[in-house]
């Protein structure tokens, strides 16, 4: 545990030394000139009336015993540590805005930016202690514990002098006792952590090994290599690669959804339409102008924070040649009339699960014949994909479905130098040039979920009913690639729709944001008249 963490605010302030002082505090010493006399410390923590800092249960609360319970399973015996992780600094004493660690999200039902530097404890219980306890935070093989800093409120002097925690910086906080409210876990404060962390740790009876997630809270993870390498649990290579596996089965674990998860889902995706809507609103104001795209990028963003927590992943606004550039997230062009405009956005919504939808757009609002037949290339490649998409059929089929049609087109085109089979072989493969990225992936707390999940547990995997997934061919001529006929050089489009494996197939969970040739134009036509309307 950070040794800032735990002085941070706790000794007077006359005695405090630099030293001791929190990280941030270091960090802010040449801009704060703070008061540090005893009276002002007393004058700072009279005086106030009762704050208001109500809390309910959170609708995730009811679903997160489950996952513990799984999870738990699967490492009977053994301390699991599953961190948030702690605030990024971007510089000074200014952070970036905190989100949560997926796991911590997920094992926790925690969303938003709760809770930097908390910390979800599995404390192992001997098997049968547990069972027919009632508690939604026992299992039958762990208890759950929610490690997390106790409020700076106006009683203590970290109120005031902590940028990080103290809630005249960031406003009132939850702290245990509201923590243990919205997830049903008991809460312990932070302070604890390390001591609880090194308790029996050892190999005898009665000792318990540890497993943690590492990549997330670099202290943590230091400690807990610390405490097992006392305990006898051998080399630091045996050590990781065993948190390693204990961090794929998290992130197997999210593949099948929850019916809170599928209901937070379909809030992010109608989101995320909106956030279409209001940029197809604000086009025909933004054609020709210096930067248009990051126009656009700024009317879904602020939908995006006004509907939800956030932009769920860089949005990427790609108008003409920057089209073919896969995550073109600058967003710096100027949108020319009769191009094309590809928009890859999603809503992260409160929860933290987020929607990742495409669209591909004529600036001026009419497909021409060449567009046209491109774009329907790219939208067959997609109905291919999800007709293939069956529960039990192997997830790679919906990339193997896409690709020969995708490689059809460019042979009728003439562009494909060898023919269709050929390019499908593994020794082939020419048609990638113009799709050298990958045609679905997970889609949940993350934009890439279950990303550590190994290769035949998801790509060699079967298609199960609760996975959702995205679907999302395209086509990338780049401006200077000489093997493609000049008219389609600089030309990138995508169709990107989220899905959802259920009993009897997939189902479009984004069916209700326009695709289909005619359908896009009238939404463009529909949007924009609705703006000048507002206009006039
Ligand atoms: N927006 C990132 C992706 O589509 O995978
Ligand atoms: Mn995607
Ligand atoms: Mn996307």
Redesign the pocket.
Known sequence: MAENQKNEGQQHPDETTLAAESQQTKRSHNRTLRPESTTFEKFMLSGWGEEKNQVKPLESAAFTPARRSALGKKFPGQRLIIPAGQHKVRNDDCDYAFRPDSAFAYYTGLGQDYEAGAVLVLEPVEAGTAAGDGSPAQSETHQATLYAHPRSDQTTSDYYRSAAYGEYWVGARPGLKELAIMTGIPTADIADFDHDLAANVGTGDGHVDVRVIRNVDADITQEADKVRTAGGFGDAADISEKDDAFYQETSLQRMIKDSYEINEMRKAIAASKDGFTRMLAALPSALGKDRGERILEGEFNANAREEGNAEGYGTIVASGAHAPTLHWMRNTGKIESGDLLLI?AGVEVDSLYTA?I?RTFPTNGKFNDLQREMYQVVLDAQQAGFEAAKPGATYSVIHKECMRVLAQALHKWGILPVSVEESLSPQGQQHRRWHAC?V??H?GLD??DCSQARFDDYQGAPLRPGMIF?I?PGLYFKDNDMLVPPEFRGVGIRI?DDVLMTEHGPEWLSIDIPKQIDDVEAWMADSAARQSSIRK
Do not use: M, P
């Open positions: 890859d990742d495409t990958g679905a992936h889609l934009v890439h995205t999302e990107e």
